[in-house]
């Protein structure tokens, strides 16, 4: 993922549609350490509108480091660390978890 959304502008240029290709990748491959991710379920696609967003690297890149701190403080961010289990399911360990949670327990989406 770091070499196609190096920054917001790129990610928001190619498109929800690399960013789900690029996710079964990462998954389907597996990864044995935990990563850094960050979820924005109202990232903007720009032309595509408000999608969701997943971001999972050893590392978050610079240029989104900016955006993380913009965002870390809403409702609708989450940024942490995962790992996939046996199952393939992600497991993720983050520190806004409980704010974030109870969010979404109101029907917020």
């Given at each position: ?38 979820y924005d379920t109202t990232f903007d696609f720009g032309a595509e509108g408000k999608q969701p ?57």
């Open positions: 993922m770091l070499q196609k959304f190096k920054s917001p502008e790129m990610a928001k240029a190619k498109g929800q549609a690399l960013n789900i290709k690029l996710l079964k990748g990462i998954l389907s491959e597996g990864f044995e350490e935990p990563r850094k991710f960050f967003f997943l971001f999972i690297g050893e590392k978050v890149p610079t240029p989104w480091k900016k955006y993380v701190k913009q965002k870390k403080l809403d409702n609708t961010f989450v940024a942490g660390k995962c790992i996939p289990d046996e199952e393939g399911n992600l497991k993720i360990s983050c520190r806004d978890w409980k704010r974030w949670q109870a969010y979404y327990a109101q029907g917020n989406q």
